[in-house]
């Protein structure tokens, strides 16, 4: 995706200030875009490299922090956030329950988790643990997520016999259910 349509989606998903986690931050191509929405980002990834290379692209970009933190531990940062957003990398995790649970209790309550991930449920080397919207829809509910909506559906620009990288854009709240009835 372009910087252009990252920042027009981010709208349509109604960012609005706040502390934000880029969860597998990667190269930082959601990153910059997310940082014009919000007070701050923190960028984690597992991998020195990536978060290297988004280093040296920071430029005049202050509310951009880097954290070598993998989203498999529990915790990514000493303060609780007011939004998480993974772009493309929960499909990496094998197991998606233990990643969304540790981003649920990372969230300050009401706050937005949004996620960016592939349609298909076919696994291919780039994806090895695919986790396509009703598999997702699932395990945000099982965690207390609420009002988990389908913000778009972004149509495949590869397709072959074997795989279709259409994806989606989900949208969800933690508030703990138990506390609201």
């Not at 910087?3 to 190269?27: R, V, Y």
């Not at 949208?171 to 506390?179: I, V």
Request: hydrophobic share 35%; charged share 20%.
């Amino acid at each position: 995706m372009k910087f252009q349509q990252i920042i027009s989606l981010f709208k349509t998903c109604e960012i609005n200030g706040g502390i934000w986690i880029d969860a597998g931050c990667g190269n930082g191509t959601f990153t910059f875009p997310l940082a014009t929405f919000v007070d701050q980002v923190i960028a984690i990834d597992k991998n020195h490299n990536n978060l290297s290379y988004l280093e040296s692209r920071k430029s005049t970009e202050k509310n951009i922090i880097t954290r070598h933190t993998d989203f498999n531990k529990p915790n990514w940062y000493h303060l609780l956030v007011d939004g998480i957003f993974f772009g493309f990398s929960l499909h990496y995790h094998p197991n998606h329950k233990i990643a969304l649970s540790n981003a649920f209790n990372q969230l300050k309550k009401g706050g937005t988790i949004l996620i960016i991930d592939y349609a298909s449920g076919t696994p291919v080397s780039w994806v090895p643990y695919p986790l396509p919207e009703e598999k997702l829809r699932s395990i945000l509910k099982d965690l207390s997520f609420i009002n988990i909506k389908l913000v778009d559906s972004l149509p495949s620009k590869r397709r072959s016999s074997y795989w279709d990288n259409s994806s989606y854009v989900l949208k969800a709240e933690n508030h703990d259910l138990k506390l609201m009835q």
